[in-house]
């Protein structure tokens, strides 16, 4: 089995006392591809040549709307010049649950991301955090962006209008945990060929791994998960996933 983890932050400063014994680990169950997003201009050089020490480690540059405060607009200059060597724009995208960033600048920095990737033909890595419905407007703007919802957590209605938008889903650690009965229940029912799956290390550490750092080799608890709640072939949601990502992506 050959597994893509589609959204990992490999380039965290929680990773740097180990991070070949991490991708060692990740490496023998089969976990061999790493989209890593960075998240502030600041990041970007670190990423850059972390991508260039490592061959399947896949970098995405962008400002996240956490750091609002910290993203300049000469940062979008900077940005172009970094997604001449990218697979996506991201992280970028609204999260309504994060004080104290207004939602107006979010919007900015978010726009004008997705009018980047639009001219650089590069998919988005969408960070939509109580926030799908807004993100889901916003990208009907541009019907020519294309990209990934990652850590999707909503309802049907929504991953149905991220999917009639184009946008693939990336399913979460979310997804390992019993008590998020409702979510699995949308699970259930999504289509395998709008999906992708993903860590979101060093955070959101699936259910038998709850508080620890997170990692890719934890991406197999996600896949079995999918898999036990859509009862298919764990190797058929792997490797359909993998297509997609490795579609969107070009890997
Ligand atoms: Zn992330």
């Not at 480690?57 to 900077?78: M, R, V």
């Not at 149905?160 to 009965?181: K, P």
Request: aromatic residues 8%.
């Amino acid at each position: 089995m050959q597994l893509i983890d589609s959204h990992c932050h490999l380039d965290d400063a929680r990773f740097d006392r180990d991070r070949d014994a991490v991708l060692e680990r990740a490496l023998l169950l089969g976990i061999d591809q790493f989209v890593v997003p960075a998240v502030v201009a600041s990041d970007w050089p670190r990423l850059k040549s972390l991508a260039e020490s490592y061959a399947n480690i896949h970098p995405a540059y962008g400002l996240h709307p956490w750091f609002c405060e910290q993203h300049k607009p000469e940062d979008l200059t900077l940005l172009s010049q970094y997604l001449q060597h990218a697979k996506a724009v991201g992280e970028c995208g609204l999260d309504a649950m994060r004080k104290g960033v207004s939602m107006d600048d979010q919007l900015f920095w978010f726009r004008a991301q997705v009018t980047l990737a639009i001219a650089f033909d590069l998919p988005l890595i969408v960070h939509a955090v109580k926030s799908v419905d807004l993100v889901v407007a916003v990208l009907k703007d541009f019907p020519e962006a294309k990209g990934v919802i990652h850590s999707f957590y909503g309802s049907s209605q929504q991953a149905d209008a991220v999917i009639e938008q184009g946008f693939y889903l990336g399913i979460g650690s979310a997804v390992t945990y019993a008590r998020n009965s409702r979510f699995r229940q949308v699970v259930e029912t999504l289509p395998l060929e709008m999906l992708m799956l993903e860590t979101d290390a060093p955070d959101q550490a699936s259910a038998s791994h709850r508080g620890e750092r997170n990692e890719p080799s934890f991406l197999l608890e996600t896949l079995h998960a999918v898999a036990t709640i859509q009862s298919k072939p764990t190797d058929a949601v792997a490797s359909i996933c993998n297509a997609n990502a490795r579609e969107l992506f070009n890997l």
